[in-house]
């Protein structure tokens, strides 16, 4: 009979192993295209937590110089210093402000990757602006729809090729759909630990991320009232069980938001006036501006943190109004898989890392024969798609 020690050695970043032990599209992308990574200069701005620290990892394993950054308030400090430890230059911290995270970007440039993982379109915004570029300068992935939708709107066009990851037919149904429904709902219940059977719930956008989101909260036992200006989105969600009413009468009608849009400023000062006594505001998009935070602190005559000792300051925050409402915003609107849980699950960020991995390897092969933004190549998603089926068959 063997014997264990009375003590179990630990892992010194349990958290990235126990991520690595759940992660077998990544390391089957390194071992198939790996080699293509070997002596470039990679600069990412992702959410720096245990998934993305794998997928660094792997990066300097195959012989790749990687810098990277986080968005606001996502950073998780023990994953940048594990990072560190394993090569990885990391810039910024948790409490990084906006214009903190914006001087780490330009910082990242100034080091002329040679290849770029955006998230969100500020790194391919300052590259098409002007920002220095590698001589080596072979092109860039973005991770998000917000980015993919600035990338597109901005005046000019990028003269490289961005493949915008949130693109993939499969990243939409894999992760956004169900991955994101589980996790925001996830770090909503450890944000407040309220019950969902019973709650009147809003979600605000029905695109993959607010549909999984809504789908999620039915299935827990809660009513939930989708708005979306899309009618075949609509009617998909009527479809699917759910109440739909125009942004305002949700407002009104729910106790607990969430704002799945990816727009900014969706709810505005009247969305504010229309909102219930009471209501609580989760964020689900990237940039965490659904909500207008300028108008909602000119409606506001006092702010009380009711958040936990153990927290962020702003995980729960109460805004007595003028007219008398109270209104709870949690974490700021930030996306709340990440400021209050692990983010997305582990399986669905093996497929969307897997998805950045052979994106980037594509462009860095030459295989990305194209300028501007353009979708996951077909093949790709093919190709992780038969590969995930065959795991999870």
Known sequence: MSTAPSTAARDPH???????RHMPLLVETFASVGDVFAGLRLGLTIHVEPKTAVLCEHLVHAGAEVVITGNVGTTQEATADALRAAGVEVL??????AADRDAHLDEILRREPD???????DLVLKLVSGAPRSPRFRGATEETTTGGLRIRA?????????IVINDSRLKLLVENEFGVGQSIVQGFMN?????LPGARAGVVGYGPCGKGVADTLRQLGATVTVADLDPFRRLDAIMRGHRVRDLHELLAGNDIVFLATGARDVVDAAGIAALRDGALIAGVGHEGLE???AALAAATTETVSLSPESSDADA???HRLRDGREIVVLHATRMINLTAAGGNPIQAMDLGLALQARSLAAIAAGEARFTGAEPVPAAIDRTLAEALAALLA
Do not use: K, Q, Y
């Open 14 to 20: 349990p958290e990235i192993a126990w991520a690595a």
């Open 92 to 97: 910024g911290s948790r409490t990084d402000t």
């Open 115 to 121: 290849l770029v993982l955006d998230n969100g379109g």
């Open 154 to 162: 901005a005046a000019t066009a990028p003269d490289f090729p961005v």
């Open 191 to 195: 944000a407040t630990n309220l019950m």
């Open 291 to 293: 909500l207008d935070h």
């Open 316 to 318: 729960r925050v109460l």
